[in-house]
Structure formats: structure tokens, C-alpha cells
């Protein structure tokens, strides 16, 4: 089966748009729920950017999740800063709370991105400084759900900076299971040991940039580290692999992908000029992963 691919900047900038969500109903499979709840986490109202409470709740209630809790920043007038919601399966005890990724319109998700200096986290180790006040916005009233909730079984999950707050999140309440969908690096190698063991599922598309920084190193010393263990890579045919970060199929897998975006996407009008930025597209990674693990 060929999985379609999109290039267009609406699906890069504006995730919900275009969006048909669950189009085959509800997935077996936690991943593939997850990472559409990633994707769902992007319905925002066209007068802020608040959260479009009554779409989502359509779209969850025809997937038979009974209720959904919202958290939006509470000082934020326009809607703006941190999002994400808790989607709750009554009747079988499961809680998906998934966290907002960057809205490029929102100054103040970019200023969180850019803001990289690391910190101390509460749970241990440094954190990215923006992604850990990203978090604070709205944690108080996350924590409280989820203790109201401490019967259900709980998935975190988010896209770009959403999973970076979802990773943030997993270290102070440990979840079921973590499902990232383009997650940047969040905190050090003292911060990643203290999530080892933690059932961690880390998606990769391709080329995507963002899970490529923050770097590593920031004037030599080591500040960043991803979780440990596999990445679930979807390489150049669009096909979910589990392999080792350093896994050197990775590469040419790159070259080759980079190389057909050069001849066929870069230059139409409408697409993003960049595959490293059109693989982030939350779109390009609920396919694949939906066609995986349905």
C-alpha cells in the first residue's frame, strides 16, 4: 500500500485544517490513537488561539470517549500559550492527555522554543527552559485531573513542543505509556536516565528537523539527550522501522528522501521548500503510523 505524503504548508502550519480525524473509527492500537490525538490537539477557534472545545468533543464522542477536560493558560486573554486536553474513555478506563504543539501565529509558543538554556527540573536533572515553563502553565490543573482520574489507565502524548511537555509531564507522573510524535531533545542525560524504564515509544519521520535539537552540545558542554532506546523511524517509503538513533540506514535513508523532495515538492507553489520541515507535519506521521499499528 502506497501511504500518501503531503508537502503543503497548511498541513505543516495549520495541522487541523484539512483534517478528517479517525476516518476508519477508533484504532486498535494505542500509537495509532495516539498520534491522531496529536494532530486533534491542533483544533483551535478562528477568533483565538483557544482551543475549538465542541470539535473536538465531536470527534471524541464518535470514538466512544465519554468526556474531555481542557487546560489552556489561564492568563492569556487571546487564547495563546500552553494547550492540551485529557479525553476520557469511561467505560474502559482509558485517559489520553495530549499536549498542543507550536502554533506558529502564538509568540509565545516560539518564545518557550527558543528560550534553550537548560534549568533545573523539579523531578531531577536540566530541562530545556522554555518547554519546562510550557509545562507550568498548565500543570496545577493537569495534576488535579489526573488525580480525580487515578483509576484509568493514562497515555501522554504530543507533537513537537506538545511532546516535549508530555515528556516533561511523564517525569513527574508516570504514565501507562508515552507516545512522541516529532519530539525535540527536552532535557540532559541526568534528566533522560530518570524516564529509563518507562514504556517510551519516540516517533521519527525521516528527515523532520525538530528532533534534531536542540543541539547536544551548547558551548561545549553536553546539555541534551534523548530518552533511551529505539526510535520508531518512518523512512523514505513511508514504513514504520524500529532501529538504534545511530543506525547508519538512517542516513542514506535521508540523502535519498532529501534528494526526491529536491525534484518533486521543493519548487510547487503551495509546499514547503524544506523536507526537514515538511516531515514535521503531524499528517506525515499519523499515515504511516495509523497503517502500522491500526
Given at each position: 500500500?502506497?501511504?500518501?505524503?503531503?508537502?503543503?504548508?497548511?498541513?505543516?502550519?495549520?495541522?487541523?485544517?484539512?483534517?478528517?480525524?479517525?476516518?476508519?473509527?477508533?484504532?486498535?492500537?494505542?500509537?495509532?490513537?495516539?498520534?491522531?490525538?496529536?494532530?486533534?490537539?491542533?483544533?483551535?477557534?478562528?477568533?483565538?488561539?483557544?482551543?475549538?472545545?465542541?470539535?473536538?468533543?465531536?470527534?471524541?464522542?464518535?470514538?466512544?470517549?465519554?468526556?474531555?477536560?481542557?487546560?489552556?493558560?489561564?492568563?492569556?486573554?487571546?487564547?495563546?500559550?500552553?494547550?492540551?486536553?485529557?479525553?476520557?474513555?469511561?467505560?474502559?478506563?482509558?485517559?489520553?492527555?495530549?499536549?498542543?504543539?507550536?502554533?506558529?501565529?502564538?509568540?509565545?509558543?516560539?518564545?518557550?522554543?527558543?528560550n534553550l538554556l537548560p534549568?533545573?527540573?523539579?523531578?531531577?536533572?536540566?530541562?530545556?527552559?522554555?518547554?519546562?515553563?510550557?509545562?507550568?502553565?498548565?500543570?496545577?490543573?493537569?495534576?488535579?485531573?489526573?488525580?480525580?482520574?487515578?483509576?484509568?489507565?493514562?497515555?501522554?502524548?504530543?507533537?513537537?513542543?506538545?511532546?516535549?511537555?508530555?515528556?516533561?509531564?511523564?517525569?513527574?507522573?508516570?504514565?501507562?505509556?508515552?507516545?512522541?510524535?516529532?519530539?525535540?531533545?527536552?532535557?540532559?542525560?541526568?534528566?533522560?536516565?530518570?524516564?529509563?524504564?518507562?514504556?517510551?515509544?519516540?516517533?521519527?519521520?525521516?528527515?523532520?528537523?525538530?528532533?534534531?535539537?536542540?543541539?547536544?552540545?551548547?558551548?561545549?558542554?553536553?546539555?541534551?539527550?534523548?530518552?533511551?532506546?529505539?526510535?520508531?523511524?518512518?523512512?523514505?517509503?513511508?514504513?514504520?522501522?524500529?532501529?538504534?538513533?545511530?543506525?547508519?540506514?538512517?542516513?542514506?535513508?535521508?540523502?535519498?528522501?532529501?534528494?526526491?523532495?529536491?525534484?518533486?515538492?521543493?519548487?510547487?507553489?503551495?509546499?514547503?521548500?524544506?523536507?526537514?520541515?515538511?516531515?514535521?507535519?503531524?499528517?506525515?506521521?499519523?499515515?504511516?503510523?495509523?497503517v502500522a499499528t491500526p
Amino acid at each position: 500500500m502506497r501511504i500518501p505524503y503531503s508537502a503543503e504548508k497548511d498541513d505543516l502550519y495549520y495541522p487541523a485544517k484539512h483534517a478528517v480525524f479517525f476516518p476508519n473509527g477508533r484504532p486498535q492500537s494505542d500509537a495509532a490513537l495516539c498520534v491522531e490525538m496529536t494532530r486533534l490537539a491542533y483544533c483551535q477557534l478562528d477568533t483565538s488561539f483557544a482551543l475549538d472545545r465542541d470539535r473536538i468533543r465531536k470527534v471524541l464522542g464518535r470514538i466512544q470517549f465519554t468526556d474531555c477536560r481542557f487546560f489552556e493558560k489561564p492568563t492569556a486573554p487571546d487564547g495563546g500559550g500552553s494547550h492540551a486536553f485529557l479525553a476520557l474513555d469511561g467505560d474502559n478506563k482509558i485517559a489520553v492527555l495530549s499536549f498542543r504543539g507550536t502554533d506558529k501565529d502564538d509568540p509565545s509558543d516560539l518564545a518557550d522554543d527558543l528560550n534553550l538554556l537548560p534549568q533545573p527540573w523539579q523531578g531531577g536533572g536540566d530541562v530545556h527552559s522554555g518547554f519546562g515553563q510550557a509545562l507550568r502553565e498548565i500543570w496545577p490543573a493537569v495534576e488535579a485531573a489526573l488525580q480525580e482520574f487515578n483509576q484509568y489507565e493514562f497515555l501522554f502524548t504530543g507533537h513537537s513542543l506538545g511532546a516535549a511537555m508530555a515528556t516533561l509531564a511523564s517525569s513527574l507522573q508516570a504514565p501507562k505509556s508515552l507516545y512522541t510524535i516529532g519530539c525535540p531533545r527536552v532535557g540532559d542525560q541526568a534528566f533522560a536516565d530518570l524516564l529509563r524504564g518507562l514504556d517510551n515509544h519516540r516517533y521519527v519521520d525521516c528527515c523532520d528537523l525538530v528532533p534534531r535539537v536542540p543541539p547536544e552540545e551548547i558551548l561545549g558542554l553536553k546539555c541534551y539527550a534523548h530518552l533511551p532506546g529505539k526510535i520508531h523511524y518512518i523512512d523514505f517509503d513511508r514504513a514504520v522501522r524500529q532501529l538504534d538513533p545511530s543506525d547508519p540506514y538512517i542516513d542514506g535513508d535521508q540523502t535519498k528522501a532529501e534528494e526526491d523532495y529536491l525534484k518533486n515538492y521543493s519548487w510547487r507553489i503551495g509546499d514547503v521548500a524544506l523536507r526537514p520541515l515538511a516531515d514535521h507535519a503531524p499528517v506525515n506521521y499519523v499515515l504511516p503510523v495509523t497503517v502500522a499499528t491500526p
